[in-house]
């Protein structure tokens, strides 16, 4: 643990609410359509939609519109009403402009590492809207450097890591997804701790916590400063 000097936090339900937000969207989306299918069903083709075309688009709200509108006429054959797409455009708009809510702990934990280690952003998602929630969460000051992935696989992490001119050993990353921010780290050499949110994207669910000396597991945010 003494050799970490860089500290890299995901964004969307780690430093602040997120899945929330895209979850009431989803729920909205569904009651467009429920003159065609079932709430559940509607949820599940969405998901359906978006993983096949994460290739495509990536992470993150735009891709999340597009997906909606492919969804809603494929669901309707066709049939749905042009003033379907404006009512999916709004419900993406409105994602687009909700508040940043930063989450317990994390202003004071970043105030308490700030000078102590180098912190970084690792998030996926929109260039436009992660640039945005940061700068409406009056964060941007503490990070040396932000990181806006496509994805966040290994050979993410490696580019990232050689990026910031740092070894695996010296590299911790605080986030919400196994999948995404723990995994791939540990298997790079990295240090990791998950810090579970209540709720969780269906694609990035993953059963298993990972069996190594260099994973942790916290509550809040706040306990990443017992172990520093
Ligand atoms: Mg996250």
Redesign the pocket.
Known sequence: MNSINTIAF?????LWV??PYFQEAEIAFCELLEEYLPHDTVSKELLDTEIRNLHLYGYGVKGFMLSMVETATRISKGAAPLSMIDKIIAIGHDLLQKPVELLDGVAETLDQLKGKYRLVVA??GDLLDQERKLKKSGLQNYFHHIEIMSDKRNTDYQKLIRHLDCRPENFLMI???IK??ILPVLENGGYAAHIP?HITWAH?HHEHKPESERFMEFKNIREVLECL
């Open positions: 995901d964004a969307d339900d780690t997120n899945e998030t996926k986030g919400n997804s995404s921010d949110y990035e």
